[in-house]
């Protein structure tokens, strides 16, 4: 969210969208469509708060003409609202580069706001809308990876640092194998080929250790691990 101090009014110190919520009554200084979000309005109150909101939120605080004088209640409504909006604002941007679960934009926003009840507010509107879905974040992570010959041991682990529950990720994976018809087997076999190709030249217990570790390390299970690792030493 961006603020600004209206001339003549004294400075303030911004530490996070919420840190210059007002304590009194305010009167309405500026008030126009904003440029880069058309429906929705920027409003510049006297007391130096700048915020962007939706027509609704003007009609609810009865900020819809420049002179409108505001009372404690709604200068708060209006100004939490402009919060709220910047960090949606915030977490879309990030949405439009990047999958990311709920967890990951928490982590984002609490850089910027560490008003959690401002972060979750804004965090709920996404889900409510449809925008924001770990369970479509994990599918989708889950069938790129798999797709990238990583064992599901790994996705497992991926899945749960982005902060997605156990049931979660287990019915992601479950759902990723049954769609793309999934081969732990036919995937560890074809990692294992490539990496032994830069083994062969080393004693076979070391090229089969270093083998074993590579393979686990893309998260495939032990007796999976044994099956291919014997066959390419058998030739």
Known sequence: MRWEVVPGSPPFIVSSPSALFPSGPAEVRELHES???????????SSGQRCVV???VLADTGATRVGAS????QVERLVRAGAVSALVDRALNALARARRTRREL?????RVEPDMQLVNEALDRLEASGVLSDAEVARAEAASRLRRGEGKARVNQVLRRKGIDARGAAEAI???VET??????????EQAA?????????EAAVARRRLVGFLQRRGFGGSVIRTVVDELQRG
């Open 35 to 45: 440029p880069r979000n058309p429906g929705r309005y920027v409003v510049v109150l």
């Open 54 to 56: 939706g027509a609704d």
């Open 70 to 73: 505001l009372e404690t209640a």
């Open 106 to 110: 928490e982590l984002r926003l609490r």
């Open 174 to 176: 479950a759902d990723a």
């Open 180 to 189: 793309d018809g999934f081969d732990e087997v036919a995937a560890c076999r």
């Open 194 to 202: 490539k990496r032994w190709r830069s083994l062969s030249k080393l």
